[in-house]
């Protein structure tokens, strides 16, 4: 069974940044491709964006391209999102997902708990 946790959430002024971290447990971690969603309050959740085992295949949501960026560190099993320029419309609970081995960037088969951002004014 693989874990995953986030953390680096939290409250920030729009404008600002903020560099979400996932851990993720297991020796299988450069075989899954990680992905980052997130989910507003009465509404469904939504890709953010997704790195390859390697890392050199990264994708984003149009919302997003520009300001955030994914990185991973296959050494230490975790994955970053970098939020740069952060709006208010950004403001959701973010996920971390791992895809299933060796199959690139398609479904996920694991989630983490999520980690709260929310963007003021």
């Known amino acids: 069974q693989v874990q995953l946790v986030e953390s680096g959430g939290g409250l920030v002024q729009a404008g600002e940044s903020l560099r979400l971290s996932c851990a993720v447990s297991?020796?299988?971690?450069?075989?899954?491709?990680m992905g980052w969603f997130r989910r507003e309050p009465g509404k469904d959740r939504t890709f953010v964006a997704a790195?390859?085992?390697?890392?050199?295949?990264?994708r984003y949501a149009d919302s997003v391209k520009g300001r955030f960026t994914v990185s991973r560190d296959n050494g230490k099993s975790e994955v970053y999102l970098q939020m740069n320029d952060l709006k208010p419309e950004d403001s959701a609970v973010y996920y971390c997902?791992?895809?299933?081995?060796?199959?690139?960037?398609?479904?996920?088969?694991?989630w983490g708990p999520g980690t709260q951002v929310t963007v003021s004014l």
């Open positions: 997902g791992a895809g299933y081995v060796h199959n690139g960037l398609g479904a996920y088969e694991f």
């Open positions: 790195i390859d085992g390697s890392g050199d295949d990264r």
């Open positions: 297991g020796r299988t971690f450069s075989s899954r491709a």
